[in-house]
């Protein structure tokens, strides 16, 4: 037996699962020897090539026949949160911990699970106390960094994440954690991908993700230059290239949409739309100074929309995965490819809860912009129309839960009444455009699929 | 000076801001019209003591958010109970009553319930 167990020791260090399995399961029916560990070897084999069911059902039977091995009781836990049924995890886990309370294992398992359950207050107490047993378990401190982002304490988490990188600069898990949710510079998160593909050669999400930084800087400053170019022709010669308008917005909005990825980008890309939008309204209409600030508040307005329209654009990515994998291996026309793959990671990021708020929110938020144009800009005399877009600027904040809606609701309000059209219901709107904004101040919460936990 | 400007996390500051404004704006104007028309305070005065509530409540709400977790039903209910004080002072007409409402504002923010955890760190062992 001793024997055995030494060549199945040697077999899953090595990364030979199959023949673990077949060398366990042969042991396990033909002889009446010690069988946890046996029982131990398949599970986490089986784990190993993600056959998740078959490990389930090898649980039930270790269970059978050792019904107080917390062990097992953890591996099922472990298989049922790789399914998803993170409501069999708990108990299991539970259970597991009514037998050994003070398994740091089971306890960072129990976090993990509770984080997925987006219960972040119990899953804090359980990886602190995970911690106060085993402080030098790296993972542990980056499930806790998780824990805390989730409860925004961005800032300590990392701080944390720093450090585990200080200790271990190799841990492909906090290189992923860091670039994924610590990194909004494109060019650090390419250095952390180029570090994480050295690590791994064969990771393909690095392998895209990086030619994706590469792709967006090839083709977008070019691009954004091009349609710079159209905007200055359409001012320049507008009677030649009238035409041009429809192609320039439309140039204008996808490309936003692309840029915001990275705000520099898109500085110029906002000037340039104010300066337009100044040139043309209040040089040549006289429209008051006053509406200036209204057209740059419209660009940021607008930038955000594209930010909205790109996290849109991720979750279809995401529903047309096995195209886009076809289009990439074929690798024919590199623009289409550019485009598909510009939203590479937000999929990862924004659960369905989310993104179904986003599949409502930004075409609420595309309309409501356009309703304010035309209120704003046009039609003074609509009040109804007025409290109208006012209240779907209140919906907007609330479905969208950021932070800057709240500051549009307020300078929408303010633009409400100093824009020289005081009347009797601005007042209210105004006052319901600051409760809600009051009411619904929540800061951005994602509840976030964790795809590194499975790892 | 430096260090404690890049220590600032000013996404949480504006969040923190908006999140109070209304209490806040709700005591510091109501406060400030009331030592200029009670007692005769100048203009200058009034508006400095507006922005000195307004920074103060910010000030306070900050430092409790960059330590623990400030749950958005606390938000809420600090603002609500704002109201409800602002509400429960008019009824009485001792208007002066305010800055007990407004110190009772401020112990709300401070108040620890359940779920505003701390935001702890274990070294690296």
């Known amino acids: 037996m001793d024997n055995i167990e030494k060549k199945l020791d040697v077999l899953f260090e090595l990364g030979k699962y199959r023949e673990v399995l077949e060398l366990a399961y042969e042991t396990l029916y033909s002889s009446k020897s010690e069988k946890e560990l046996l029982y131990q070897y398949i599970i986490l084999s089986h784990m190993n090539l993600e056959e998740y069911k078959k490990a389930l059902e090898m649980c039930d039977e270790a269970l059978g026949e050792y019904p107080s091995t917390s062990a097992y009781l953890y591996l099922r836990s472990k298989n049922f949160y790789y399914i998803s049924s993170y409501k069999k995890a708990i108990s299991d886990i539970e259970e597991a911990l009514e037998i050994s309370p003070n398994e740091p294992q089971y306890l960072a398992h129990f976090a993990k699970v509770l984080l997925m359950q987006n219960d972040y207050i119990q899953a804090k107490e359980m990886i602190e106390r995970a911690l106060e047993l085993d402080s030098s378990e790296s993972e542990y401190h980056l499930t806790l960094a998780v824990v805390l982002s989730m409860l925004d304490g961005e800032k300590v988490a990392r701080e944390i994440v720093d450090e585990v990188l200080a200790k271990e600069p190799h841990n492909l898990q906090a290189l992923d954690i860091k670039q994924k949710y610590f990194t909004s510079k494109l060019k650090e998160k390419k250095s952390l991908l180029q570090n994480l593909l050295f690590l791994d050669p064969f990771d393909k999400k690095s392998q895209k993700d990086i030619k994706f930084i590469k792709y967006y800087y090839t083709f977008l400053p070019p691009l954004m230059a091009f349609v710079l170019f159209m905007t200055y022709l359409l001012q320049s010669q507008r009677r030649e290239f009238g035409f041009l308008e429809p192609f320039v917005f439309v140039g204008f909005a996808v490309l936003g949409t692309l840029g915001s990825k990275d705000w520099r980008l898109n500085v110029p890309f906002i000037a340039t739309l104010v300066s337009y939008d100044a040139y043309f309204n209040v040089g040549r209409h006289g429209i008051s100074f006053g509406e200036v600030f209204y057209i740059v508040f419209q660009a940021v307005l607008f930038q955000y929309v594209f930010m909205g329209a790109y996290k849109l654009w991720g979750g279809l990515r995401h529903k047309f995965e096995t195209r886009l994998e076809q289009q990439q291996n074929n690798k024919k026309n590199p623009i289409l490819y550019f485009l598909f793959i510009a939203s590479f990671e937000k999929y990862e990021v924004i659960e369905q809860e989310v993104m179904k708020r986003y599949y409502i929110t930004v075409p609420t938020l595309a309309l409501t912009s356009l309703l304010l144009i035309y209120v704003n800009m046009y039609q003074y005399e609509h009040l109804y129309l007025k409290v109208f877009v006012v209240l779907l600027f209140i919906y907007t904040g609330i479905r969208a839960y950021r932070v800057f809606w709240i500051l549009v609701l307020y300078i929408f309000g303010v633009i409400f009444v100093t824009n020289g059209f005081v009347c009797e219901g601005c007042f209210l709107t105004l006052m319901l455009s600051v409760i809600a904004a009051t009411v619904f101040v929540i800061p951005y919460k994602v509840t976030r699929r964790f795809s590194w936990m499975k790892d | ?125």
Request: glycine share 4%; proline share 2%.
């Open chain 2, 1 to 125: 000076m430096v260090k404690i400007l890049k220590n600032i996390q000013y996404s949480k500051l504006i969040i923190t801001f908006f999140a109070h404004l209304f209490v806040s704006v709700l005591y510091g104007s109501f406060l400030a019209l009331l030592v200029k028309e009670e007692y005769g305070a100048p203009l200058w005065l009034s508006v400095a003591l507006q922005l000195f509530i307004v920074l103060l409540v910010t000030y306070v709400a900050y430092q409790e958010e960059v330590k623990r977790h400030y749950p958005f039903l606390k938000a809420v209910g600090v603002n609500f109970l704002g109201i409800m004080l602002w509400f429960g002072v008019a009824f009485t007409k001792i208007y002066i009553l305010d800055v007990i409402a407004l110190v009772m504002v401020l112990f709300a923010i401070r108040y620890r319930c359940k779920k505003c955890v701390e935001y702890k760190r274990y070294t690296l062992g």
